[in-house]
């Protein structure tokens, strides 16, 4: 996969400061992604992880710091362009975030609300996002009706349906038994390949890391404490470093 | 006097809640009159809101009407004044006994439902998911629901009111054997603009206020599945608390036009 990176950054990250009261959670973390990368973003729990992801979109402002979408700076962005920047972003939350009260297909809909295309159109580009990630059949399921791993399949097929330049991941295989766990990992590497998506991905799964990063960055204390592919990453002497690959 | 810490944090956190309050409905009115409108979604809750409280509102409103008559009977039959029953019932009923207590019943169940609904919708991330696929959720979730329960607690306050007139109606033919069509000759005899106009005015801001409580605590909601309890439960109560205020001011200023 690494041959389909190049230089181009789609997501710049500098210096961003965030904190909640005296909870000091990011102290001037600093990223670039670049275009058709996989860059996985480490870190334990209540690192900041989720809280950089989402100053990234626009879900919290942060203290201080640069944040950079292909080509826009987020902070002097009207509300209307960064709704429209969003689209560009395709967003997979920790816990799915299906629309309760709509069926799969609705879910999928949704995104599509605001574009100028006819119903059928949009019934087809359902139909086909389904199919990439194998659930054409639960198009008229409830979420309450579908597994974790297939909600997980869903809102992957809804964070992809507007064919997004970035994917953000957000914990894609907590809460998974390994099995499912895996075979997201694997949809995920699929769909990088077929969509030539540029992904974030964040967790603390030190196998999905394995399987599909280009790059790594360890997120300590707020800051990027270490950078490399994941070969060199597991191979640091460093003990903070060898913890996560324990 | 020393004033009492707990009071003094008390009334500070009430201050900031009513803050909050006049900032969310500030954004309602800013969000209300820009581009795009939700009408679809609009419809949707108008449907929900109208039609899933109806049955509610009949059964409330139609007991309503049999205690307030039969209650009512043995004081008026004392002073020999029965024949006034209708009168008394419906000027009761469609200036304040009706929109009152239909505007607590829908901030039992529509501000509730839409606290907790919202506030599920916070806690699972489904609000953030919204707002990240591009959509104002503010717009999408909270004007839209605001605004059907402004436009549908005015249907629903008419039409419990008449369910209760049916309900007094009939008790009355029963014990008195009044007819129905006599019954309501003197029900719209009695009934004028001044009775009805400012019940209906009212039972608007009645609507308005439901919905703009059940949003702003659930939209607003914290601390996980905990929170979304009680953000359902605190929409009742100052939702129903709002009302009393509500029912007051226009009390006192129907009087000033109205001279009720």
């Known amino acids: ?246 | 006097m020393a004033i009492s810490p707990k009071i003094v944090q008390n009334l500070q956190y009430f201050l900031i809640e009513i803050g909050e309050l006049t900032n969310f409905s500030g954004q309602f009115f800013r969000e209300l009159f820009t581009k795009p409108f939700e009408w679809k979604e609009l419809l949707r809750q108008c449907y929900n809101m109208g039609n899933r409280s109806l049955l509610l509102v009949s059964v409330t409103g139609f007991i309503l009407g049999l205690v307030f008559t039969l209650q009512s009977r043995p004081t008026l039959m004392e002073f020999g004044a029965e024949s006034w029953m209708p009168s008394m019932v419906s000027i009761s009923i469609v200036r304040e006994i009706g929109p009152v207590i239909i505007a607590l019943i829908c901030a039992g169940k529509i501000s509730s439902g839409i606290g907790a609904e919202l506030g599920s919708m916070r806690v699972t991330e489904q609000i953030d998911a919204m707002e990240v696929s591009g959509t104002n959720p503010f717009k999408y979730l909270v004007v839209t629901r605001i605004m059907a329960a402004t436009l549908m607690l005015p249907i629903l306050i008419i039409f419990g009111d008449f369910i209760a007139l049916i309900g007094s109606a009939l008790i009355e033919n029963l014990k008195a054997d009044v007819s129905f069509l006599l019954y309501f000759t003197r029900v719209f005899n009695a009934l004028e603009f001044s009775d009805i106009i400012p019940a209906t005015v009212k039972s608007f801001f009645f609507g308005f206020v439901i919905g703009l409580v059940g949003c702003f605590k659930g939209y607003n909601c914290e601390k996980g599945t905990v929170g979304v309890g009680e953000a359902s439960n605190s929409a009742v109560v100052y939702a129903s608390m709002l009302l009393f205020v509500i029912d007051f001011i226009a009390v006192f200023i129907s009087d000033i036009f109205f001279e009720i």
């Open chain 1, 1 to 246: 996969m690494k041959e389909t990176v190049n230089n181009t950054t789609v997501l710049k990250i500098k210096e961003l400061k965030k904190s909640f009261g005296d909870n000091h959670v990011l102290n001037g973390f600093s990223m670039d992604l670049y275009e058709g990368e996989n860059l996985v973003v480490m870190g334990k729990s209540g690192s900041g992880k989720s809280v950089m992801i989402k100053c990234l979109v626009g879900l919290i402002n942060p203290d201080s710091g640069y944040i950079e979408i292909t080509g826009n700076d987020i902070s002097k962005l009207k509300q209307q362009e960064l709704n429209s920047l969003r689209t560009e972003i395709g967003f997979l939350f920790q816990g799915s975030a299906l629309y309760d009260s709509m069926t799969v297909a609705e879910n999928l809909k949704f995104p599509l609300r605001r574009l100028t295309i006819t119903a059928s159109e949009k019934d087809a580009l359902v139909l086909e996002t389904l199919e990439s990630v194998g659930l054409k059949t639960a198009m008229n399921l409830m979420p309450s009706e579908l597994s974790g791993g297939m909600k997980r399949r869903v809102a992957l097929a809804r964070a992809l349906i507007l064919k997004p330049k970035i994917i953000i991941y957000d914990e894609p295989t907590t809460g998974l038994d390994p099995i499912t766990a895996k075979e997201i990992i694997l949809l995920m590497k699929e769909i990088q390949n077929k969509y030539k998506t540029s992904s974030l991905i964040i967790t603390h799964d030190i196998d999905c890391a394995r399987v599909i990063s280009n790059r790594m960055i360890l997120l300590i204390d707020g800051v990027n404490y270490a950078e490399g592919t994941f070969k060199e990453l597991s191979s640091a002497k460093d003990k903070k470093i060898q913890a996560f690959f324990k």
